[in-house]
């Protein structure tokens, strides 16, 4: 195969931009056949690309190798099995789907592991969390004593969340921010530091923003080895911060402001005395700004990336079947917020489902209708995926 002949559901903000990359031909070997959307979203779309109303047709019409899902998250789950069942590799949109037992059927559906199933993580190209990876993982900074990271500047207004009407309810989102602006962050956190063996969620619903869902999160994470994690979002601060602080036994690292900052301790902290006479000082640090080299590729990064993956069997950045766990540490979250307990991980994949459904069975909620003139619309949100 010289090149992979792929198929876009969803073209809405996200699928538009992948379908102009891909016609303007920015990833090598993948090239754009068919696009798949509800009609309106289909008018005006190039004479050459094949149109479907119907994931399925899409999958079953024989002129795809691959599909990419860019749909609202509740479909993800569906078409990913429908489209690995017939053979096709895949490229799923993040959240990998709403809940942590939907993220389990799409992985018990990927049997032919000759196919590739990747998500779209593509903060995971970012130079400056792949050196972060690199110093936790190579043992630079030590044991992770604890880890906090404040991500409030994902800003949105109303009048975003009246854009669709899927956005910001139980049925057609599963949540609020945690599923759809954190799904990044969740997964670097995975990536990262691993997964917790406790959360405990504290949610407000609708604090900034007249929506059913969470637009303001603080959750604590526990890890095996006492770890402390704090994982602080919103949607409605502003200005937000995007601080993430880690805390090792070599020291402490603070990544915010396109800047990486190691303050470096002279001596491991399980070596410092509180017995000596000069236990009133602080122990000595070198402080650092680790150079940090290149640009992070995102999007496109991610697509060439699943290419190559496809045609030369390139190790893939961020495999699909890693998307669930943020999936579950966002259900957790919720889940905690909900029950106000402390949720043991793992989470229990079946209960979280019930619970999520009861919550779209009972809403009721209404959405105000988006303004007709002034404000922000979604599109002015398209660059801060
Ligand atoms: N990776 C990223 O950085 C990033 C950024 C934005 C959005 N996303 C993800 O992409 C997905 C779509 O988000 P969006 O902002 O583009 O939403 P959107 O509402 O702008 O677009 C969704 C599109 O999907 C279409 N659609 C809905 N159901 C469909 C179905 N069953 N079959 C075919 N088409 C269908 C809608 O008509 C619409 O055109 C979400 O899961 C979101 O989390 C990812």
Redesign the pocket.
């Known amino acids: 195969m010289e090149s992979v002949r792929i198929g876009l559901?969803?073209?809405?903000?996200?699928?538009r931009a992948h379908k102009a990359n891909l016609l303007a031909g920015k990833v090598k070997g993948l090239e754009l056949v068919a696009v798949?959307?509800?009609p309106p979203?289909l008018e005006g779309v190039e004479e050459d690309l094949a149109k479907f109303t119907d994931?399925g047709e899409m999958i079953a019409s024989g002129k795809l190798d691959a599909i990419h899902i860019?749909?609202?998250?509740p479909?993800?789950c569906d078409i990913g099995c429908k489209a690995l069942e017939a053979g096709l590799h895949v490229m799923m949109?993040?959240?990998l789907a709403v809940h942590k037992a939907e993220c389990e059927q799409l992985i018990a559906a990927y049997k032919d592991k000759s196919k590739v199933l990747a998500a779209?993580f593509?903060q995971r190209t970012d130079p400056l969390y792949r050196k972060l990876k690199d110093l936790l993982d190579s043992g630079e900074l030590g044991e992770v004593r604890r880890v906090q990271w404040n991500v409030t500047d994902w800003f949105r207004t109303q009048e975003y969340y009246a854009s669709?009407g899927?956005r910001a309810t139980w049925r057609g989102e599963g949540g609020g921010v945690l599923l759809?602006q954190c799904p990044h962050n969740l997964d670097l956190f995975q990536w990262m530091f691993g997964m917790p063996s406790e959360v405990h969620g504290f949610c407000n619903f609708g604090r900034y923003h007249q929506i059913e869902v969470e637009d303001d999160v603080s959750a604590y994470f526990r890890y095996p080895n006492g770890c402390n994690a704090l994982f602080v979002t919103s949607t409605g601060e502003a200005p937000g911060v995007n601080r993430l602080e880690v805390v090792g036994e070599q020291g402490l690292v603070r990544l915010e402001d396109g800047t990486l900052h190691f303050r470096r301790n002279r001596t491991p902290m399980s070596e410092f005395s509180n017995e000596t006479p000069s236990s009133f000082t602080q122990p000595e640090v070198w402080d650092t700004t680790i150079p940090v080299d290149g640009e992070a590729g995102q999007?496109l990064e991610i697509l060439q990336n699943f290419t190559n993956a496809i045609l030369h069997g390139e190790t893939l950045i961020s495999p699909a079947i890693e998307g669930i766990h943020s999936v579950e540490l966002a259900n957790a979250v919720l889940y905690s917020a909900w029950q106000n307990e402390t949720i043991k991980l793992p989470l229990d994949s079946s209960a979280y489902k019930s619970e999520l459904q009861d919550r779209i069975d009972k809403s009721t909620f209404k959405k105000r209708e988006p303004r007709k003139t002034g404000g922000a619309s979604?599109d002015d949100f398209a660059k801060s995926?």
Do not use: S
């Open positions: 559901v969803g073209l809405g903000n996200m699928g798949c959307d509800l979203a994931a860019a749909t609202p998250h479909f993800h949109e993040k959240p779209m593509n669709g899927w759809n999007h979604a995926f």
